[in-house]
């Protein structure tokens, strides 16, 4: 076991565990910390605890002080000379007559370095443009060409949830997704109602898509004959939410019905393949997303 403290740092959803080195540290503490960028000031979201040193990326590195009043400062300081810093660079980049879109710049908390956040459309010769603002601050100066998900993860905004978007709230990493899933859940294609803020396929799109392939997998392809307890019929209609299948049956008395099976209590001829699951999209109800 590993006695170690939890620290979040700016733009980050993500805690990082450093060695305490005896110090007591409490949830929501400032702690000063040397990283891969620098001295970098951080806020502990786990305070002292113990852990598996299996769960450790070695090796663990030492806190260097809990945050003073004047380490305090000092990070308002920098937040104060950003908006200067970030003027600069705008006036810079057009003067080079460079297609950059600004987002962000930071101080690191020992303002040894200053970084800047950019997107752009392709790469951008930006080495110019680094030696000018190096000769105006006088700091180390890093540029970071970043994409529309990470944009959007440091500036925040609000989903069409009307929630904050996930990336700046609780995800750690992007993960993969895919319109697939979208075709799967049976929702609209439609880019306004599919996509987020940042003009990509919405991270959600993913929670609860292993729930949709393996009830999917289990329904009956469209136009198949299933057998229900009113007899054999063709399938017209699945609902993955409710697991009901809608069939057409013919009764005893010779009439034609629709009527709606829970999945349970009919017989699949065929469960789905993964091919049949890819052109899924027009064989599910879609469900108000309200």
Do not use: W
């Amino acid at each position: 076991m590993a006695i170690i403290v939890g620290i979040k740092f700016k733009h980050s959803t993500k805690s990082y565990y450093f060695d305490p080195v005896g110090i007591e540290f409490k949830e929501g503490d400032g702690a000063i910390v040397e990283t891969a960028r620098g001295v970098e000031f951080g806020t502990v979201t786990i305070a002292n605890k113990d852990i598996d040193e299996k769960d450790i990326v070695q090796p663990l590195k030492p806190v260097i002080r809990k945050a003073t009043e004047k380490d305090l400062q000092q990070v308002k300081k920098n937040e104060e000379d950003k908006p200067y810093a970030m003027q600069v660079f705008i006036e810079k980049s057009q003067k080079l007559g460079l297609q950059m879109k600004l987002v962000d710049a930071e101080y690191t908390f020992d303002r040894h370095k200053l970084m800047f956040y950019f997107t752009a459309n392709g790469r951008v010769d930006f080495r110019e443009l680094v030696r000018e603002l190096a000769g105006v601050f006088k700091v180390r100066i890093e540029l970071r060409q970043i994409y529309e998900r990470d944009d959007i993860k440091m500036r925040g905004g609000l989903a069409p949830c009307g929630r904050p978007c996930c990336c700046t709230v609780h995800l750690h990493d992007f993960e993969k997704v895919t319109i697939k899933m979208a075709k799967l859940q049976g929702l609209s294609l439609n880019p306004t109602k599919i996509n987020g803020c940042c003009g990509r396929l919405m991270c959600c799109l993913k929670y609860e898509n292993d729930y949709y392939q393996e009830i999917y997998s289990q329904m009956p392809k469209l136009g198949s004959i299933v057998k229900t307890k009113d007899g054999k019929g063709i399938v017209e209609a699945n609902d993955i939410i409710r697991q009901t299948v809608t069939v057409k049956v013919e009764l005893p008395d010779g009439l034609i019905e629709r009527r709606s099976y829970k999945l349970s209590d009919i017989v699949v001829t065929k469960k789905q393949s993964e091919s049949e699951i890819e052109d899924c999209g027009d064989e599910i109800l879609e469900e108000d997303n309200a």
